[in-house]
Nanobody
Framework: QVQLVESGGGLVQAGGSLRLSCAAS????????MGWFRQAPGKERESVAA????????YYADSVKGRFTASRDNAENTLYLQMNSLKPEDTAVYFC???????????????WGPGTQVTVSS
């Protein structure tokens, strides 16, 4: 199993930045595709970004493209999400997750962190 714990969430004004981290433990971190997801109140969980095992390829949802950057440090077993130019509509609980295959589907991810709240005020 892989244990995941997110950190770095908080309250920020529109236009500001936050950097989320996801610390992994357990099985070999570099064996997994990693994803960032978010869930706003009353909405379904949605994919925000995904990154391949080596970190060489990334995917971004259209809503965050150009503002968010996913990266990973396999030596430190850590996944990151740099979020810039934040908007009120980015307010959600953000989750990191691990998958054995390349996917942006929630159901393809096997391991999940508990989430971290990001609130963007207008």
């Amino acid at each position: 199993q892989v244990q995941l714990v997110e950190s770095g969430g908080g309250l920020v004004q529109a236009g500001g930045s936050l950097r989320l981290s996801c610390a992994a433990s357990g099985r070999t971190f570099s064996n997994y595709v990693m994803g960032w997801f978010r869930q706003a109140p009353g909405k379904e969980r949605e994919s925000v970004a995904a990154i391949t095992r080596s970190g060489s390829t990334t995917y971004y949802a259209d809503s965050v493209k150009g503002r968010f950057t996913a990266s990973r440090d396999n030596a430190e077993n850590t996944l990151y999400l740099q979020m810039n130019s934040l908007k009120p509509e980015d307010t959600a609980v953000y989750f990191c997750a691990a998958s054995s295959k390349w996917s942006t589907r929630v159901t393809d991810y096997d391991y999940w962190g508990p989430g971290t709240q990001v609130t963007v005020s207008s």
